[in-house]
């Protein structure tokens, strides 16, 4: 597995490794067990050349003057968290760093994501207006402390296929890349542009 080599601290139920360009400045936006995490956001292109722009946290004992502009790169898991936005309960997702330095801007991006867990909701097939094939899930990861995180997910075609079939409860291993995707909300007569992140599921395998 590609971040295995040399990348520090992962977990086999729940592990990324990232690079790419620093674009929003790295600023304290909370503090957890007497610690202050950073929150900033990376572009990662894709091989097709469109850009995922993901939000990242850092803990901040890593914290090493990072400017914009800079490629950095990172592992560590990928964590959910609900919040009040609006009036309205929100999932957001965020990779969380263990380990980040700086590196080259040619060494080339890198979004990469493992996950190990169980479907916690009622899959969804459905076909796209351009006769994609999508599986929507939810899947529940196991973090420390009794806690867990839910990952929103996307299977495409084969795999689609694939995810269609699990039930509630499966466990399953999945590869892929966490990808930011536009969308249009009407909300009360007005239309807002709004984000959502998802899994992009490159490999699913049943456990």
């Excluded at 991006?109 to 190990?116: A, K």
């Excluded at 909701?121 to 459905?126: D, G, L, M, Q």
């Excluded at 699990?166 to 009360?188: D, F, H, M, P, W």
Aim: glycine share 10%.
């Amino acid at each position: 597995m590609l971040w295995r080599v040399d990348m520090g601290y992962t977990r086999d139920e729940n592990g990324l490794f990232m690079r790419g360009r620093l674009i929003e400045p790295l600023t304290a936006e909370h503090e957890a067990y007497g610690e202050t995490l950073y929150l900033g956001k990376i572009e990662i292109m894709r091989l097709s050349g469109t850009a995922d722009t993901l939000p990242i946290t850092v803990p901040g004992r890593l914290m090493k003057g990072f400017r914009i502009g800079d490629t950095i790169e990172f592992n560590g898991e990928l964590r959910s968290y609900n919040r009040q936005i609006g009036g309205a309960n929100r999932l957001l997702l965020r990779p969380f760093a263990r380990r980040i330095e700086c590196c080259r801007a040619d060494c080339g991006h890198v979004n990469s994501v493992i996950l190990t867990g169980c479907i916690c909701r009622e899959t969804v097939f459905r076909t796209t207006p351009f006769g994609r094939e999508i599986t929507d899930m939810l899947i529940a990861v196991n973090r420390d402390y009794k806690k867990a995180d839910y990952i929103p997910c996307i299977a495409w075609g084969g795999a689609a296929h694939a995810a269609k079939e699990l039930c509630i409860g499966a466990r399953v291993r999945i590869e892929g890349r966490l990808q930011s995707r536009q969308y249009t909300k009407n909300e009360n007569g007005i239309l807002l542009e709004k984000t959502a992140y998802e899994l992009s599921i490159a490999r699913l395998e049943r456990r």
